[in-house]
Each structure stands twice: as structure tokens, then as C-alpha cells.
């Protein structure tokens, strides 16, 4: 007898396709698909198990979301264990993701006696755990930290299926990189494991497939349009963009649908929400209303939260942007899915690994900025207004369908709508072109997708990974280390360019000199180089000696003097400046040369004097100074040579166990070695100096708010005097929080190596260590044993016991409860509970000063 009526349906289902039975013969699998509802397989599951998913087979899944293609990793995973192969590791991008990914797993998987484990940087995990679990969640970011912590551990080498989800995130600027490393590094250190890559659908999934075979295992690639949901793009035309975003969100709740809105700026997305909070309302049913009202209240009794979110929130439309706290965010996604939030109006924070599906999803302006040629450097990736003088830099088209790919809410809509708003006509052509090809036949916009392309290209990245490799080597020869940089996406792709391919692998990593002519070729985006060359340009040299070449350029924008220096490095007076120090800047290759450099060094390249081109060739790489990585290592004392092998220095060690960037640990120990942190606050300012070289710090007045935040100011005040959101707040804190620990590890190192100032160092140690925890959790020193050792009690609760006379944990444990209230005016209840419960911490974890071992 069936249960209900949906176990009936699912038995049509099974009559009906009978194939998963014949596709999956192990009955564990089965039951788990089973216990999931899922009772048939899609096109593109059933592919991959053709294909020998099964069989320890490599596959790149390139599909929209919503395809079926996460399904394939996780029987990957389950086959594996089933089969004893192995371990599973499934990566993510994001630390929600993987907390999301983890509590499904263990959900589904923990009744089949599956151990799984999540290790992110909030949630660790210790080694016994991940050495005795079948499957680990967790990002790339942490996986990378394991395996240069635990690499030479047994149980790594348990693992032999990878899922890497999200792989496409491999052209992202901040996480690719390493992503790109810790492929080419598990499968060497795996030998050839399976690797399962999940991709959203890209331009070029034959190439980057090309290039995953390369490393060993043969990739199979399996490409799919197919979406649950079909998904039409529209390109609106609308002088007054707020009547038409009126009248889509009318049409869309009218019949019962919800609507994503993108915006370019934090500001837009409140104001956007603001303008429609009506309509929106007007929507809402009585219980609607209700609810939406309670989280009004919810919001409001978080610390920290965004008042204009909560007043507007009860009007069942949001806003979302990183200036939120997680916890706002939170609430605004897991209540959207819910459908009590109609419309959502957010930044691309939206876009990235947030399962939040719409039937409509409105990119309000493809344009991310626009800005005046004076301003611009580099005018690669920017188009012209058509104003004459002003420029704007698109949204890429995989930006703009990781937004727009959000339309369709499966079950719920039969179609998703993205649309794009533009102007006019002539912005309507542009977008079109560059976004979609037209099909005739299928009268319909069909997506360009932009090819995936490498990060490594980024002089602190290859920095770190130079020294990453000499570190897991231990012992390493030149070629050695360019036979590893040989198998990475960056070499694969610079090969396949005509400009590049003649150019030897070490001017390209910049171990060896360079050319000036590579280095033209490296620094200049190809087809701006060229557009540069046909252009008629007024160049001088105003000065040539040995040590230097400097000149006059002069565009439509003005006269930009620019300058080679072997002392100084290369600089140009529109702002760009290499410089011979140490450089945290995220631009291309090091650095992507303004346009006045390239033009100057073309001019300096095909000069007629035979003279200035010797000078020319000379002096050009010898400007470059630390950008050579080996020198800067070597010079450093990050890496030395011995016996014709290069090998990791101790301070080398330290800086890839901390995972920090060499500049970073080279920073940080200079300031201590420099020793001028003599109190609390100027080991703030040197943190916070470190966070502002690594581009960390949004805005130029942070410092201030942190400062009172540790000296106990009400965090709303914070807030409201210095017009920032608690979302950036503690993103600074918790970026503080960190280098104030390195600085504290780093100081405790240098302790063995200096005698001079070891008792300063012991000093600078012992304060870093009580400054973390201030600054974690908004506190003066004194309330540190309160906050640290007592459940529910934060600054403010602290502050009045210790204003009260309960100065520790001990003191407070020892009174009674009735006792407490009365004296404090904190509740009855919390004062039985806190003079009753076990303490949070044994403190003396956090007063532990035994030496660090690289």
C-alpha cells in the first residue's frame, strides 16, 4: 500500500524510466538516490555514468545551475567510499557554501555510516577527524592550507576522488590562483587521482578540459545547455529605468512570481529597494505582512544590524551587499527562498554561491563603473561613452550570466526572464553585440560566454608559489621548478598565443632577466599593444644617462612624464608606479603597464639611435629590481642555495605555513626588526598599515572605528559617527585579528635570532597575544578573563560586572545569583545561568608562550 500520493508518483516515475536500475547496479547507491527522492536520472547524469563516472574517471561537468551536474560529484563520492578506494574531498569557493554542502551531506549520508567533516577557517577541525573521515568538505582556501601543513601526513594520501565545484572560479583574481596550484599539486602528490570538475557552462570548456588531461588523467568533458527551468534573455530599452523596474516587478508579483534585482553600487541597491518598497507591499498577502513584520523585529535585535534594512524588510522586498552582517544576509536569502521576501535588490556578492533561484532577475546597468579618461591608466577592458571623454568598464559575460542564470525557480516557474536595461538604441546594439549572438532560427539571444582564463599571471602569486614548490620539494633545481610552472593553465594557455610562445618559461616567471621586448609583450594586453602602435603619439627623452631613461608623452589627455630607473624603478606621472619595494598591488603580470609606459618603451624599442637602443636594452631590466622572483627571494632570505639546490629557508617555511604572501611576512618582520611597537595601539597602526599594502582596508578612515571599537565605544555609535556599515567593521577586524597573530608568531620566531632586541620581540610577542583577543572581541584588557571564560556575557554585560566589582570569572562563579541581579541590574535568569554553567575557555590556552618551530 502507498503512503501517499507523492510515492505514487514516484513509482509512474520509476515505471516510466527504468534505466537508473541497468545505469546503477550497486543497491547502496540506489538506496541513497532513493532516500533523497530521486528515482530518475537526467541527460547528463546518465552520460556520466556511461562514461565511466564509476571507473575512477576524470570528467569537467560544464552546465548552468540547476542542470543535475552536483548530483554527478556526489556519486562520485559515495562510489568511492562504497567501493573502499578512498577518501573524497569536495571543494567549494565560499565558507557558506561549504557549511551549506556539509549539513546536507551529513544529513543524507550519516545513516549510511558516512563520516563526513567540514573544515573552514570558523569551523576547524583536528587532524585525527579529517584522517577518519570519508568525505571533507571544505573551500579551496583551506585545502590548500591543509595540504601545505599536513602534505607528507598518510591520510592525505587516502584521497582519491576530488570534487572541485564552482572550478570556473579558477579565472577569479583572488581565489584562482592557488585553486590552479592545488590542482596541479594534488595531482602530482596524488598520483592522478580522480578529479570531478563542476563548472558553470564557459566559452572554452574544450581548452581548459585540454589542459586538465595534461596533468595525467585523462578528463572526459561533458557539455550540457539543458536547464530545468528555460531561461529567455531581453535586452529593455527605457529612459526612465525606475518606471520600467516599477512596472517588471508589478508584472512579476502579479502573477505570483519573485524578482532579483543587480545594481553596480552598495548605495543603489537601498535606493532601489527603497523606490519599490511599496509596490512591493502592496502584494503581500495579510500573513505575508505578518511575518515580514517579525523580521523587522529579528533584524533589529542584532547588534550591529542595518537599520535602513530592517524598516524596509517589513515591506517584503530587501536589499543585500557585503556591507551587511552574515547574519543579515542570512536571514534576507533564507527568506527569499522561503518566498515571504518578493524582491531582493543586491551587488554581485548575490551572484557568487547563493542558491537563491528567481523567475525574473534584472541587471539594472552592465556597466560596473564609469569614470573619465584622465583617470585612466591602462585603458585595456574599457569602451568609450560617446561622450568624448568618458569611459566605462563592463561586467565580463560570465559576470553577467552568473547573474542573469539566477532566473527560473525549478518547480515553480515553467520560464526564467533576465533582462538587461540600457538607455537607448545604440546601448542596446552595444549590449547585444557583446553579450549575445541572435539566432534566426530559434528567434532568440543566445549568451557569448567568455573564455576561462588564468590568474597566476600576478607577481605575489608567483612569488608565494616559487616558494610554495621549493618548500614541498625541500630541495629543488631550476629546472625542476620550471618543469612544475610547465604544467599549470598559465603556461598552457600562454602557448597557445602567437606573441608569447617564443618567449623562454624563465623571463616569463621573471626568474631571469627579461628583455625589453618580452617584456613589452608581458606587460601591454595584445590587442592594446597593437591599437598603441597605430596611433600618433608626441614622444621625447628628456634625460638618458647609465642609470636612467625618462621622457615626455603626450595623448589627448595631457603630458605624462615617464621614467626608467635602476634605482628607483618605473614610474609614470599619471600615478603608476612599480617602484623597487616590495609591491601588493593586484595588477597584471606583476604589474599591467599604464599606456604611456608601453608607449614610451615602444618608442624606446625602435629608435633610431643606435645608442639609445643599447641604453634602452641596458637599463630596462635593470629597472625591474625585486620583480625578479629568485633575487627577491634569495635577497630576502626566504630561500638559499646549496649543493646546486635550492632550498627553503626557516623564515620560508614559516610565511607558507602562516599562508601569507612573501611581501606580507617580509613586511611584517622588517617592522619588527625596525622595532618601534612599543604599546597596543602601535601595533594597531602596523597592522593596519599591512592591511592597507595588501589592499584590505575599504575606505581611508578604518582605523579610527577599530580603535574605539577596542576601547569599548557602543558599536551603533561606531556606526553612526563614522558612516560605515558593521559588515565592513568586522570584516576589518577579523583581517586585523589575523595579522596581529602573525605579527605575534613572526615576532616569537626572530626571538632565537636576535639578542639585541629579544627582550622588545618578547614583548611585541606576549602583546600581539592578548591584542587578538581584544580585538575579536571589542575589549579592553582588563575585561579579557570576563569575556573569554563566561558564557553569554559580551563588552557590554562585561563592562557592568567589572564596573561592579567582579573583576574575573572566579569572583563571579563565587556569588549567587539572586546576589548578582541585584547588584548589576542584569537579569535574574542570566545571572543564575552564568554563576552556574562551565566556563568557555581554560584561558591559559590564550597565555601559552612556548617557542614556534618552522
Known amino acids: 500500500m502507498l503512503d501517499s500520493e507523492e510515492d ?23 538506496r541513497v538516490l532513493f532516500e533523497q527522492k530521486i528515482f530518475s536520472l ?14 575512477r574517471k576524470s570528467f569537467l561537468i560544464s552546465a548552468p545551475s540547476g542542470s543535475g551536474k552536483t ?30 554542502k556539509f549539513f546536507y551531506f551529513k544529513n543524507y549520508y550519516k545513516r549510511f555510516g558516512i563520516k563526513v567533516e567540514l573544515s573552514i577557517g570558523d569551523y576547524d577541525v583536528e587532524d585525527n577527524k579529517l584522517e577518519q573521515a570519508d568525505i571533507i568538505i571544505t573551500t579551496y582556501e583551506k585545502m590548500d592550507s591543509i595540504f601545505r601543513n599536513f602534505y607528507d601526513k598518510p591520510w592525505i594520501h587516502k584521497i582519491s576522488t576530488i570534487i572541485i565545484d564552482e572550478i570556473h572560479t579558477i579565472e577569479d583574481e583572488h581565489r ?30 574544450e581548452l581548459f ?27 529593455k530599452i527605457a529612459q526612465d529605468k525606475e518606471y520600467l523596474l516599477k512596472n517588471l516587478v508589478k508584472n512579476t508579483l502579479k502573477n505570483d512570481g519573485q ?32 511575518t515580514c513584520k517579525k523580521l523587522e523585529t529579528a533584524l533589529d535585535n542584532l547588534k550591529g544590524a542595518n537599520k535602513e534594512l530592517s524598516r524596509i524588510i517589513e515591506f517584503g522586498i530587501a536589499f543585500h551587499h557585503a556591507g551587511l552582517l552574515p547574519k543579515e544576509r542570512k536571514i534576507v536569502e533564507e527568506n527569499f527562498r522561503k518566498r515571504i521576501i518578493k524582491v531582493i535588490c543586491c551587488t554581485t556578492t548575490l551572484s557568487a554561491g547563493v542558491n537563491v533561484p528567481a523567475r525574473v532577475v534584472i541587471l539594472k546597468d552592465f556597466r560596473r563603473f564609469i569614470t573619465s579618461g584622465y583617470n585612466i591608466k591602462n585603458f585595456s577592458g574599457f569602451y568609450e561613452s560617446g561622450d568624448g571623454f568618458s569611459f566605462f568598464k563592463p561586467f565580463s559575460g560570465n559576470e553577467v550570466f552568473q547573474m542573469l542564470g539566477r532566473a527560473g525557480r525549478p518547480g515553480m ?11 537607448d538604441m545604440e546601448e542596446k546594439q552595444w549590449v547585444e553585440d557583446h553579450y549575445f549572438q541572435y539566432s534566426s532560427e530559434e528567434k532568440a539571444l543566445i549568451p557569448k560566454y567568455n573564455n576561462l582564463t588564468s590568474q597566476l599571471n600576478n607577481l605575489n602569486i608567483l612569488k608565494e608559489q616559487v616558494l610554495l614548490r621549493v618548500y614541498e620539494e625541500k630541495k629543488i633545481t631550476l629546472e625542476e621548478l620550471k618543469s612544475f610552472f610547465q604544467k599549470t593553465y598559465f603556461w598552457f594557455l600562454i602557448k597557445k598565443q602567437k606573441d608569447t610562445k617564443n618567449i623562454p618559461i624563465e623571463q616569463l616567471l621573471m626568474i631571469n632577466e627579461i628583455s625589453p621586448k618580452n617584456l613589452l609583450k608581458l606587460h601591454s594586453e595584445p590587442n592594446r599593444l597593437e591599437k598603441l602602435r597605430n596611433a600618433f603619439h608626441d614622444i621625447r627623452i628628456s634625460d638618458i644617462s647609465k642609470n636612467k631613461i625618462a621622457g615626455f608623452v603626450k595623448t589627448h589627455y595631457g603630458v605624462y612624464t615617464c621614467e626608467f630607473d635602476i634605482t628607483t624603478g618605473i614610474r609614470c606621472s599619471c600615478g603608476f608606479d612599480n617602484g623597487i619595494s616590495d609591491n601588493f598591488s593586484e595588477q597584471k603580470f606583476a604589474f599591467e603597464f599604464c599606456d604611456h609606459i608601453s608607449l614610451f618603451l615602444i618608442y624606446l624599442i625602435k629608435h633610431p639611435e643606435k645608442k639609445i637602443r643599447m641604453y634602452t636594452e641596458d637599463i630596462i631590466p635593470s629597472s625591474l629590481k625585486n620583480q625578479y622572483i629568485l633575487d627577491y627571494l634569495f635577497e630576502k632570505g626566504l630561500i638559499y642555495r646549496k649543493n646546486g639546490k635550492i632550498q627553503c629557508s626557516q623564515f620560508g617555511k614559516l610565511i607558507i605555513r602562516l599562508y601569507l604572501y612573501p611581501a606580507s611576512g617580509v613586511l611584517i618582520r622588517e617592522k619588527l626588526e625596525e622595532v618601534e611597537i612599543q604599546s597596543y ?106 569575556v573569554l571564560r563566561l558564557k553569554n556575557i559580551g563588552r557590554v554585560r562585561a563592562r557592568i560586572l567589572y564596573n561592579k566589582g567582579y573583576t574575573t570569572a572566579t569572583k563571579v562563579k563565587k556569588e549567587k545569583g539572586y546576589v548578582l541581579h541585584k547588584k548589576t541590574g542584569l537579569g535574574l535568569s542570566l545571572c543564575k545561568n552564568i554563576t552556574q554553567s562551565k566556563e568557555k575557555y581554560d584561558t591559559s590556552f590564550f597565555k601559552t608562550k612556548s617557542g614556534f618551530k618552522a
Open 209 to 235: 578540459n585540454s589542459w586538465l588531461s595534461s596533468l595525467g588523467n585523462k578528463t572526459t568533458l561533458i557539455k550540457s545547455d539543458y536547464r530545468p527551468v528555460p531561461l529567455h534573455y531581453h535586452i
Open 681 to 786: 595601539q602601535d601595533l594597531i597602526k602596523e597592522g593596519y598599515e599591512i592591511l592597507k599594502a595588501e589592499n584590505r582596508v575599504r575606505g581611508e578612515r578604518m582605523l579610527e572605528p577599530i580603535l574605539e571599537w577596542i576601547d569599548e565605544e557602543p558599536l551603533e555609535e561606531i556606526l553612526e559617527r563614522y558612516k560605515i556599515m558593521a559588515g565592513d567593521l568586522y570584516s576589518l577586524r577579523d583581517n586585523l585579528e589575523r595579522i596581529i597573530t602573525f605579527i605575534g608568531i613572526i615576532s616569537q620566531y626572530l626571538i632565537s635570532d636576535s639578542r639585541e632586541y629579544k627582550n622588545d620581540l618578547i614583548k611585541i610577542t606576549e602583546m600581539a597575544e592578548t591584542l587578538k583577543l581584544c580585538i575579536h572581541n571589542g575589549v579592553r584588557e582588563d575585561l579579557l578573563d570576563l
Open 8 to 30: 505514487f508518483k514516484h513509482k509512474i516515475e520509476i515505471e516510466q524510466d527504468k534505466s537508473i536500475f541497468t545505469l546503477i547496479p550497486d543497491k547502496r547507491i540506489l
Open 42 to 55: 537526467r541527460q547528463i547524469q546518465k552520460a556520466a555514468i556511461k562514461k565511466g563516472v564509476f571507473f
Open 176 to 205: 584562482g590562483p592557488r585553486l590552479e596550484s592545488l590542482i596541479v599539486r594534488l595531482n602530482e602528490s596524488l598520483h592522478n587521482p580522480q578529479i570531478i570538475g563542476l563548472s558553470a557552462t564557459i566559452a572554452n570548456p
Open 71 to 100: 548530483l554527478i560529484g556526489e556519486l562520485c563520492a559515495i562510489n568511492n567510499i562504497f567501493s573502499g578506494f578512498g577518501k573524497s574531498v569536495y571543494l567549494v569557493p565560499f565558507k557558506a557554501l561549504a557549511t551549506e
Open 413 to 423: 516557474d515553467k520560464i526564467g526572464y533576465g533582462i538587461i536595461l540600457t538607455n
Open 259 to 290: 524578482a532579483l534585482i543587480f545594481l553596480n553600487t552598495r548605495k543603489s541597491t537601498q535606493l532601489t529597494a527603497n523606490l519599490l518598497r511599496k509596490i512591493v507591499k502592496s502584494y503581500l498577502k495579510n500573513e505575508g505582512k505578518k
